[in-house]
């Protein structure tokens, strides 16, 4: 089990406005950046967000990231049908000393 | 344009060692702390390894430490994991990805994978 937390799954509609949420601790999202990934099943992960809320050239400003205390959210506006896919957290830990991810949303699109 | 291509996968039988590499092109490769994140079938991503970019420092999983080992060629633009003591659990698709200068976490280019399978 993972020492970041996140839903199983969400669903939005079509043009809906999505959250999913990522939970940790002091020694990781409380002291660490957070990056969030989207996997398409059958394809590489692709970095959608980096040092909590900074967007990588190419990815939509539909997407966006926060961070508060121990926890952070990627929201997805204007919900679209290519955006069915996997989303992971990830984050530092001290203790660790290493990279922790969380255990993946299936974000299906209705 | 930043690539990263994975080789070394196969089927090895439990306790039998692998390597996989990967090769790099489209960046100054010594600068950027590299990394190998796993996923086994159907489940989610595992980071297993990162090593640092000009000082080479090492970091490894709990699941994998004592049995991995990363290393890193910057005149070559290679980074490899030697494999020992497999289990049938470490069975998954392995990706190479490129981290920050700074931070590991900050994975912004991942390879295609490559899959190990560790069966008898």
């Known amino acids: 089990q993972s020492l970041v937390t996140q839903p199983l799954s969400a669903s939005g509609t079509p043009g809906q406005r999505v959250t999913i949420s990522c939970s940790g601790g002091s020694s990781n999202i409380g002291s660490s950046f957070v990056y969030w990934y989207q996997q398409v099943p059958g394809t590489a992960p692709r970095l959608l967000i980096y040092e909590n809320d900074q967007r990588p050239s190419g990815v939509p400003d539909r997407f966006s990231g926060s961070k508060s205390g121990t926890s952070a959210s990627l929201a997805i506006s204007g919900l679209r049908s290519e955006d069915e896919a996997d989303y992971y957290c990830a984050t530092w830990d001290d203790s660790l000393r290493g990279l922790v991810i969380g255990g993946g949303t299936k974000l299906t699109v209705l | 344009e930043v690539q990263l291509l994975e080789s070394g996968g196969g089927l090895v039988q439990p306790g039998g060692s692998l390597r996989l590499s990967c090769a790099a092109s489209?960046?100054?490769?010594?600068?950027?702390?590299m990394s190998w994140v796993r996923q086994a079938p159907g489940k989610g991503l595992e980071w297993v390894t990162g090593?640092?970019?000009?000082?080479?420092?090492?970091y490894y999983a709990d699941s994998v430490k004592g049995r991995f080992s990363i290393s890193r060629d910057n005149s070559e633009q290679t980074v490899s994991v030697q494999m020992n003591n497999l289990r049938v659990e470490d069975t998954a698709i392995y990706y190479c990805?490129?981290?920050?200068?700074?931070?590991?976490?900050?994975?912004?280019?991942w390879g295609q994978g490559t899959l190990v399978t560790v069966s008898s």
């Open positions: 990805a490129k981290g920050g200068t700074f931070h590991l976490g900050e994975l912004s280019v």
């Open positions: 489209g960046f100054t490769f010594n600068r950027y702390i």
């Open positions: 090593i640092g970019g000009s000082d080479g420092h090492t």
